[in-house]
């Protein structure tokens, strides 16, 4: 079974740092593509950045750009997203999620999601 394990979300002032990890297991992990997705409370849920674990293409949301890097170890199957300069705005429940169909941020390609991190920035 493919299975995704979000974790490291926690409390952060507001200008931090924080870095998630995304451990996949269940598939062959050079032929998908690794989406974060964050929702806030009365939000919908919302494409951050995606990686191509093939070829390591990225796309980022304009919110995110210059601030989030996203990064994948395939040796230790494990997707990275480095957050840094947060702000509160960037407080929502984070999600890695896995998709066969390239990289996309638009959460329908989406066919296998891990459990959420809670990210919360304080100002």
């Known amino acids: 079974?493919?299975?995704l394990q979000a974790s490291g979300g926690g409390?952060?002032?507001a200008g931090g740092s924080l870095r998630l990890s995304?451990?996949?297991s269940g598939f062959t992990f050079d032929d998908v593509g690794i989406g974060w997705f964050r929702q806030a409370p009365g939000q919908e849920r919302e494409g951050v950045s995606a990686i191509s674990l093939s070829d390591g293409n990225t796309v980022y949301a304009d919110s995110v750009k210059g601030?989030?890097?996203i990064s994948s170890d395939n040796a230790k199957n494990?997707?990275?997203l480095q957050m840094n300069s947060l702000k509160p705005e960037d407080t929502a429940v984070y999600y890695c999620?896995?998709?066969r169909v390239?990289?996309?941020l638009l959460a329908p390609w989406y066919s296998y999601w891990g459990q959420g991190t809670?990210?919360?920035v304080s100002s």
């Open 67 to 69: 601030r989030f890097t």
């Open 78 to 80: 494990t997707v990275y």
């Open 1 to 3: 079974d493919v299975q």
């Open 22 to 24: 995304c451990a996949a």
């Open 118 to 120: 809670q990210v919360t």
């Open 97 to 99: 999620a896995a998709t």
């Open 102 to 104: 390239g990289i996309t």
């Open 11 to 13: 409390l952060v002032q």
